[in-house]
């Protein structure tokens, strides 16, 4: 009499899925080893990195290729959470995005783990104080504008081109400098947009 094996195939454990990691900075001149290194040595099987503004998820293909990418059981790993996103709303959308299609999300040098109740308590918490460190940021450049400008440093923004007024002043017959001049804009400015050499 054969004896029958209580555990079965559907009792197995699913099998572990990928890691993968993603980093960013915000310039050109930033460096990502640093990131990528961590990373790696998280176990990271690949790794996504770009330079990019984390004020949006718009743009990010980076991000987007490895979300799109990830499948169930897998996670994502960062740093920590404001290279992912900088606004709480960006940073739900993305964590509800990945909860949806049963991908993990984690970062190393935080406590964060969405497979955990208290690591995602942890990732809310912390995207509330990122998205706050942001704000106060932007206090301070607003402030330090209008105190440039009180004290006449600030010039603004270089004046934007009227394209319909250069054509039509070049069409009366006026110059590209005196276009220039009566526009408030440089001539290479005014020549670029009509199609001519500089004299």
């Given at each position: 009499?054969?004896?029958?094996?209580?555990?079965?195939?559907?009792?197995?454990?699913?099998?572990?899925g990928h890691v993968y990691g993603y980093a960013r900075v915000s310039t050109t001149d930033q460096d990502l080893s640093v990131q990528e290194a961590a990373l790696h040595a998280a176990?990271?099987?690949l790794v996504r990195a770009e330079k990019r503004s984390g004020a949006t998820i718009e743009?990010?293909?980076?991000?987007?290729?490895?979300?799109?990418?990830?499948?169930?059981?897998?996670?994502?790993?960062?740093t920590r959470i404001d290279r992912l996103a900088r606004s709480i709303a960006d940073l739900a959308g993305i964590v509800r995005e990945l909860e949806t299609k049963g991908v993990a999300?984690?970062?190393?040098?935080?406590?964060?783990?969405?497979?955990?109740?208290?690591?995602k308590a942890f990732?809310?918490?912390?995207?509330?104080?990122?998205?706050?460190?942001?704000n106060i940021r932007r206090e301070r450049q607003l402030e330090g504008i209008a105190k440039a400008k009180a004290e006449?440093?600030?010039?603004g923004r270089p004046a934007?081109?009227?394209?319909?007024?250069?054509?039509a002043?070049?069409?009366?017959?006026?110059?590209?400098?005196?276009?220039?001049?009566?526009?408030?804009?440089g001539r290479a400015s005014v020549y670029r947009l009509l199609g001519e050499k500089i004299a």
């Open positions: 009499m054969r004896t029958r094996n209580p555990a079965s195939a559907q009792d197995a454990p699913a099998p572990a176990g990271c099987e743009g990010r293909s980076e991000l987007r290729t490895l979300m799109d990418f990830a499948r169930k059981r897998d996670t994502i790993v960062v999300l984690r970062a190393t040098e935080q406590p964060i783990d969405t497979g955990s109740a208290a690591g990732l809310g918490m912390l995207g509330v104080f990122a998205e706050f460190e942001t006449g440093v600030y010039k934007s081109i009227d394209a319909a007024a250069v054509r002043l070049s069409a009366e017959g006026v110059g590209g400098s005196e276009i220039a001049r009566r526009l408030g804009i």
